[in-house]
């Protein structure tokens, strides 16, 4: 297969323990893809783009699919292979769940503009399960995928290596964890890049829990200065 594609993952678990104790490691040792590698980011403390960026940097020089995701994902389709491949060919950034617009003050890709009111179904698309492991405790429908969108759900993101370094898109450093993909995807469409879902199964084992807390009032602050709205 002449495709690469690597999965790019910061985590607080070891090397030694990534593929026993996180949903993503144990996902991965069911496979043996010689075409999939994965960067990982062991024992890891620093924002998440501070990780990704060094990832792309490295592609500069080796370039493949990749796939940022979050290491308590679970790969439950047996063809993500090929999901991913097709992904990155129709969009110049994929994810699974996202929206069709973006909204002033947005606190997230979901909702409208407070914490508790999501955004109206029409504008939602993809599919996302919760749970650690398969079957699913539940399931998400937002609304149907192959739709171009504004913004992305960060729990995983795709986009070949080669099409960032042309727009010269990287993560904002500023942001940790909260609002690094709101501020990816908006930088992205300032690019012209295209944006969209894609069906691909995946189980999520965080709710999403954080909004509203400490850590993402200071990201959400950081980006409303940022962006201004």
Sequence with gaps: MSVKIRLVCATRATRATFSTSTALGRSLALYGFPFVELRLFPDNSRGLPHCYNLAIDESAADPAILVFVHDDVWLIDLFWVDRLIDAASAFDIAG???NRRRLPRQPAWHLADNL????????????????????PSGISFYGPAYQEVKLLDGAILIAHSAKLAKHALR??????????????CRSAAERGMIMGTWPLSIAHESPGTGLGGASWSTNYARYLEKWGD
């Design 171 to 184: 993560f904002d450093e500023r942001f940790d964890f909260h609002c690094y993909d709101m501020d990816f």
């Design 116 to 135: 508790t009111d999501w955004d109206a179904r029409e504008n939602l698309s993809g599919i996302v399960a919760q749970g650690a492991g398969f079957p």
């Design 96 to 98: 699974v769940a996202g």
